[in-house]
């Protein structure tokens, strides 16, 4: 049996209009990914590895082409069902980690449940997976300005993982850490798709993309 | 509703980290507040002031005639047919002059009115003495006697030159306020038989006083006086009950208050732009964070709510500090205006405390209404690269 794609990109084109004219970000791009998969996207910086990850992260709306999720069309979808696909099928991780500033580490795990399911959790879950990514203790009460980069990236992580998305979207997961965390770092994403989660990972650094199973090159907006 | 309490948290947490911001803000609105509630008290408390004054004289009628109908005075034809029209009715007429006083060294001007003896304890309240019988003397107001220093047995000289008349105090009368039908506080009653030995007797009378009997029958007396004496709708005489006056003084109490509480909402309203404006920097302040929010999955109403939020915090702190403050600024104007505070607890007043609270909460709201539009409506993308 062959595995479902998980992300689907049918001749997507993406044109930024601007006053010197239009810019083709990206250009006729297909692309699938199957689910479980890790793949790595490399490119020069101007090349729009960041704008495909916006159009799979379903931020953006392109110009033209289909963009499947999950086998579901996002194309006829609205804002708000489209936001309602990032909190449940889609954990974003961030080169500069991106935790709200006025949130502890728990309640920024916390958030997206809160968020989808409208009352605070009571499960434990959000314990449970910083735990996993290895905080625990008086540390997950700690606002982020209060922890190290790479324990930032961690609770970033278990943020990702809380309303268990199929899909994994990592923008630079390490650019903003040091060699020997961000080994840690992609030894935790490496674990997460070995049990099953779909990993699409933004990096310009070659040994990080060889954690990757596939890894895609992009210029001027089309696969090479 | 979305109400999710992490959102109320956010927009919290967002204020005490600039609290000297907030707090600023806050203020704005406590001012703003407390002038609008402040007026509205002194407002509702003159109301009710006037409104317990006037209630002991409630059950007179008062006749006069319409200047506009050529006659000055009620004339004694008039007075019978009143008399006839009021049936079981008391009716009193009253004369009063104008008349120079002297009391030792001091001059001064006031009214006299004459009243028949046997009605005067029936419309005036003595507080020492007694009433005048006859000619023998004369009842004067409490202000009156305050100012000349009268006392039962005082004499006094009315009129001037070869008209002047001695005559002593009888009796103090008590202060009426607006109330009475006359108002005697500052002024001189005499007998009829006094005031018509001094001024004549023109068979004709300035005001004609109605005192009914049942309360109920206040309107049915004012009816069949009107009919019996303006015929042929012809007005000749003009019957007020206290009523009236009192509606006509609480309509224009009424603008009044509003207006000063129009003024006192110029800076309510200056402190809902300060609201828009505190609100319009956290927005640009937050703009990352709004693209994270988004990106993670949280919906434009939720981003709206959270900023609504702030400014619901903003406006409600500042509105109930407000409100509590304007018992004292609200009582301190009362007290200066009115020297009582009895009405300052009065549902009456109490209700403006209310609208303030609401009134202020509600324009904090609305100042947020356009900034919190402006952060759903960022675009994630641009907001997530936003530095």
């Given at each position: 049996?062959?595995?479902?794609?998980?992300?689907?990109l049918?001749?997507?084109?993406?044109?930024?209009?601007?006053?010197?004219?239009?810019?083709?970000?990206?250009?006729?791009?297909?692309?699938?990914?199957?689910?479980?998969?890790?793949?790595?996207?490399?490119?020069?910086?101007?090349?729009?590895?960041?704008?495909l990850?916006?159009?799979?992260?379903?931020?953006?709306?392109?110009?033209?082409?289909?963009?499947?999720?999950?086998?579901?069309?996002?194309s006829?979808?609205?804002?708000?069902?489209?936001?309602?696909?990032?909190?449940?099928?889609?954990?974003?991780?961030?080169?500069k980690?991106?935790?709200?500033?006025?949130?502890?580490?728990?309640?920024?795990?916390?958030?997206?449940l809160v968020?989808?399911?409208k009352?605070?959790?009571?499960?434990?879950?959000?314990?449970?997976?910083?735990?996993?990514?290895?905080?625990?203790?008086?540390?997950?009460?700690?606002?982020?300005?209060?922890?190290?980069?790479?324990?930032q990236?961690?609770?970033?992580?278990?943020?990702?993982?809380?309303?268990?998305?199929?899909?994994?979207?990592?923008?630079?997961?390490?650019?903003?850490?040091?060699?020997?965390?961000?080994?840690?770092?992609?030894?935790?994403?490496?674990?997460?798709?070995?049990?099953?989660?779909?990993?699409?990972?933004?990096?310009?650094?070659?040994?990080v993309?060889?954690?990757?199973?596939?890894?895609?090159?992009?210029?001027d907006?089309?696969?090479? | 509703?979305?109400?999710?309490?992490?959102?109320?948290?956010?927009a919290?947490?967002?204020?005490?980290?600039?609290?000297?911001?907030?707090l600023?803000?806050?203020?704005?609105?406590?001012?703003?507040?407390?002038?609008?509630?402040?007026?509205?008290?002194?407002?509702?408390?003159?109301q009710?002031?006037?409104?317990?004054?006037?209630?002991?004289?409630?059950?007179?009628l008062?006749?006069?005639?319409?200047?506009?109908?050529?006659?000055?005075?009620?004339?004694?034809?008039?007075?019978?047919?009143?008399?006839?029209a009021?049936?079981?009715?008391?009716?009193?007429?009253?004369?009063?002059?104008?008349?120079?006083?002297?009391?030792?060294?001091e001059?001064?001007?006031?009214?006299?009115?004459?009243?028949?003896?046997?009605?005067?304890s029936?419309?005036?309240?003595?507080s020492?003495?007694?009433?005048?019988?006859?000619?023998?003397?004369?009842?004067?107001?409490?202000?009156?006697?305050?100012?000349?220093?009268?006392?039962?047995?005082?004499?006094?000289?009315?009129?001037?030159?070869?008209?002047?008349?001695?005559?002593?105090?009888?009796?103090?009368?008590?202060?009426?306020?607006?109330?009475?039908v006359?108002?005697?506080?500052?002024?001189?009653?005499?007998?009829?038989?006094?005031?018509?030995?001094?001024?004549?007797?023109?068979?004709?009378?300035?005001?004609?006083?109605?005192?009914?009997?049942?309360?109920?029958?206040?309107?049915?007396?004012?009816?069949?006086?009107?009919?019996?004496?303006?015929?042929n709708?012809?007005?000749v005489?003009?019957?007020?009950?206290?009523?009236?006056?009192?509606?006509?003084?609480?309509?224009?109490?009424?603008?009044?208050?509003?207006?000063?509480m129009?003024?006192g909402?110029?800076?309510?309203?200056?402190?809902?732009?300060?609201?828009?404006?505190?609100?319009?920097?956290?927005?640009?302040?937050?703009?990352?964070?709004?693209?994270?929010?988004?990106?993670?999955?949280?919906?434009?109403?939720?981003?709206?709510?959270?900023?609504?939020?702030?400014?619901?915090?903003?406006?409600?702190?500042?509105?109930?500090?407000?409100?509590?403050?304007?018992?004292?600024?609200?009582?301190?104007?009362?007290?200066?205006?009115?020297?009582?505070?009895?009405?300052?607890?009065?549902?009456?007043?109490?209700?403006?405390?209310?609208?303030?609270?609401?009134?202020?909460?509600?324009?904090?709201?609305?100042?947020?209404?356009?900034?919190?539009?402006?952060?759903?409506?960022?675009?994630?993308?641009?907001?997530?690269?936003?530095?």
């Open positions: 049996m062959s595995k479902k794609p998980v992300i689907k049918d001749d997507v084109t993406k044109i930024y209009p601007l006053p010197a004219g239009d810019v083709v970000a990206l250009d006729n791009l297909s692309l699938e990914v199957t689910e479980g998969e890790f793949v790595a996207i490399m490119g020069a910086s101007g090349s729009g590895k960041s704008t990850l916006n159009q799979i992260g379903c931020l953006d709306v392109p110009t033209s082409g289909e963009i499947y999720i999950d086998e579901r069309s996002t006829e979808m609205n804002d708000y069902e489209l936001t309602e696909l990032r909190r449940d099928k889609i954990g974003f991780v961030f080169q980690f991106n935790l709200i500033p006025l949130l502890t580490a728990y309640e920024n795990v916390e958030y997206p968020v989808k399911h009352k605070r959790d009571t499960s434990g879950r959000p314990e449970e997976l910083l735990r996993r990514v290895g905080l625990e203790g008086a540390m997950i009460t700690h606002k982020p300005t209060e922890l190290s980069g790479g324990q990236q961690r609770v970033s992580i278990a943020r990702a993982l809380v309303n268990d998305p199929k899909i994994l979207l990592c923008d630079e997961p390490t650019g903003a850490l040091d060699s020997q965390t961000s080994s840690s770092i992609m030894d935790l994403l490496t674990e997460l798709n070995e049990q099953g989660r779909t990993v699409v990972m933004v990096t310009h650094d070659l040994h993309a060889e954690y990757a199973h596939r890894t895609i090159r992009i210029s907006g089309k696969i090479v | 509703m979305i109400f999710s309490d992490i959102l109320f948290d956010l919290r947490r967002n204020l005490q980290l600039h609290s000297l911001r907030s600023l803000a806050v203020i704005g609105i406590v001012i703003g507040v407390l002038a609008i509630t402040s007026m509205g008290i002194l407002g509702a408390s003159l009710a002031s006037v409104t317990d004054q006037f209630s002991d004289s409630v059950n007179i008062t006749v006069s005639s319409d200047s506009r109908g050529g006659y000055d005075k009620i004339t004694d034809r008039q007075l019978k047919e009143i008399t006839t009021a049936g079981q009715s008391n009716v009193f007429a009253l004369n009063t002059e104008y008349d120079r006083i002297t009391v030792g060294s001059m001064g001007f006031v009214g006299i009115t004459a009243l028949k003896p046997e009605y005067m029936d419309l005036l309240e003595l020492s003495g007694r009433f005048p019988k006859a000619a023998e003397g004369v009842a004067v107001g409490q202000t009156l006697a305050d100012e000349y220093d009268l006392k039962v047995g005082s004499r006094i000289t009315i009129g001037k030159d070869d008209k002047e008349k001695r005559v002593r105090v009888l009796g103090i009368l008590k202060n009426t306020g607006f109330g009475g006359i108002s005697t506080d500052y002024s001189i009653i005499s007998s009829e038989r006094w005031y018509f030995s001094v001024y004549g007797d023109t068979k004709e009378y300035d005001q004609v006083a109605v005192q009914v009997r049942d309360m109920d029958d206040i309107d049915s007396v004012k009816e069949s006086i009107e009919t019996h004496l303006n015929r709708r012809k007005k005489v003009t019957i007020m009950d206290s009523r009236d006056f009192l509606q006509a003084v609480n309509g224009v109490l009424g603008t009044i208050s509003l207006f000063i129009a003024i909402g110029i800076s309510l309203l200056v402190a809902g732009v300060s609201i828009f404006n505190v609100m319009l920097m956290s927005v640009n302040e937050r703009v990352k964070e709004i693209g994270i929010l988004r990106s993670i999955g949280t919906q434009k109403q939720e981003i709206r709510m959270m900023f609504l939020y702030e400014a619901l915090i903003l406006g409600f702190t500042g509105s109930i500090v407000g409100g509590l403050l304007s018992f004292l600024g609200g009582g301190a104007i009362v007290y200066l205006m009115l020297n009582d505070l009895s009405c300052l607890f009065a549902p009456s007043t109490m209700v403006y405390v209310l609208y303030g609270v609401i009134i202020g909460t509600t324009v904090s709201v609305l100042s947020g209404v356009y900034p919190a539009y402006k952060a759903a409506e960022l675009n994630p993308i641009d907001a997530l690269s936003a530095e």
